[in-house]
């Protein structure tokens, strides 16, 4: 439902434009005609409000705690709530554009004196109205997100960092993605950390699992330059920037040499984890990239490029957490971007898991012949 909390005479009223209480009031009775309304009755509330509307929304939530399960907030003035936030209960997501410093503080202010489940995302780039390209786009995946993982009785379970391990951390990012499981989509682990968490993701959703392995191609005398990647799949592909390439004056006969000796150490890979196995068609299935968390996004980045362009029905990056910055700029080369949570600061994806001991190649092994095994008895 979008709501006009004033009538055209009352927005001439500056005054009523801060009028936290008058607008709360609309949202009340908003929430009140929805819980009466046969249609609606059973479905859960969560409200979302911009600028003002950000603190009537948390205003209406501390008046109405049993019927809101979340409340998120877009570049709003939280602050305008006042003594209503201590009052409200409802999960509650913060949005605010980087270059929007005064509100951020207003933000923080307000973040300081809730005492619900309550985060701060702040948007990079954006200014107030969020009218810079994806800002919003990103904003749109952020606040489902969030009411996904609150009104859904099936991802109701708290997100908190850190993670326990990559399985605890696959079964809450399966919550997340069971809307897909009617698709019986493909689940692709970029291994190691990755496996363990997608298996979790797989055996929720009785997906299918395969690994996508990704080598990177260094530039000559800076192998950890990346100039390119070699991307595994039934038809590998290999993928260059050219344009660095044609800077760094790197010979195509070099970049040629380089992708055959990552296939080779891919194909090597392949046969220590599946004893060979092919890797599975993705063309015309929906297909779930995994990982166990993004910082930079380059791996990541190449990877999903090279499954676009098999054309597969819907390709969806899940992850547990990512770098808010990344998460943006990874929202064009997906159909959709499933993130638990976007720490700022990031530092690195470690920090986020109390255990982030090195995934072995044996319980790579384990877990795709587990599933493999799983999904042949199901047929």
Request: aromatic share 6%; glycine share 8%.
């Amino acid at each position: 439902m979008l709501l006009d909390l004033l009538s055209p005479e009352e927005e001439a009223d500056r005054r009523n434009v801060f009028d936290i209480e008058l607008l709360a009031s609309r949202v009340v009775e908003a929430t009140e005609w929805a819980r009466a309304h046969a249609q609606l009755a059973k479905l859960p509330i969560a409200y979302f409000g911009a600028s003002t509307g950000g603190g009537a929304a948390l205003a209406a939530a501390a008046m109405n705690p049993a019927h809101v399960c979340a409340v998120v907030s877009r570049g709003g003035r939280p602050d305008l709530a006042g003594d209503a936030l201590p009052v409200v209960e409802a999960p509650t997501l913060l949005l605010v554009g980087s270059r929007d410093e005064q509100v951020i503080a207003l933000n923080q202010w307000a973040m300081d004196r809730m005492k619900c489940t309550v985060e701060l995302c702040i948007v990079p780039g954006a200014t107030h109205l969020f009218e810079e390209h994806g800002t919003l786009d990103f904003v749109v995946q952020m606040a489902t997100n969030w009411f996904q993982r609150f009104a859904n009785s099936g991802a109701s379970e708290l997100v908190k960092l850190p993670f326990t391990n990559r399985r605890q951390a696959g079964k809450l990012l399966g919550q997340e993605l069971v809307k897909f499981a009617k698709d019986r989509p493909l689940v692709l682990a970029l291994p190691r950390g990755g496996v363990p968490v997608a298996y979790e993701v797989a055996t929720k959703l009785n997906a299918d699992l395969d690994v996508l392995l990704v080598r990177k191609i260094g530039a000559p005398h800076h192998a950890e330059f990346g100039i390119g990647a070699v991307v595994d799949g039934e038809h590998p592909q290999v993928l260059v920037n050219h344009d660095i390439a044609e800077q760094l004056g790197v010979p195509t006969g070099y970049i040629h040499n380089e992708a055959h000796r990552q296939l080779r150490e891919i194909e090597r890979r392949r046969e220590e984890y599946l004893g060979g196995r092919k890797p599975t068609p993705v063309t015309g299935r929906t297909v779930i990239v995994v990982d166990d968390g993004i910082a930079t996004g380059n791996t990541v980045r190449a990877a999903l490029r090279a499954i676009r362009q098999k054309t597969p029905a819907k390709l969806i990056l899940a992850v547990p957490v990512a770098a808010p910055d990344t998460i943006l700029s990874l929202q064009d080369e997906c159909d959709e971007v499933i993130c638990l949570v976007t720490p700022d600061p990031f530092y690195a994806v470690g920090v986020h898991y109390e255990d982030f001991d090195q995934t072995s190649d044996e319980e790579v092994r384990q877990l795709l012949e587990r599933r493999l095994e799983a999904t042949s008895e199901t047929g």
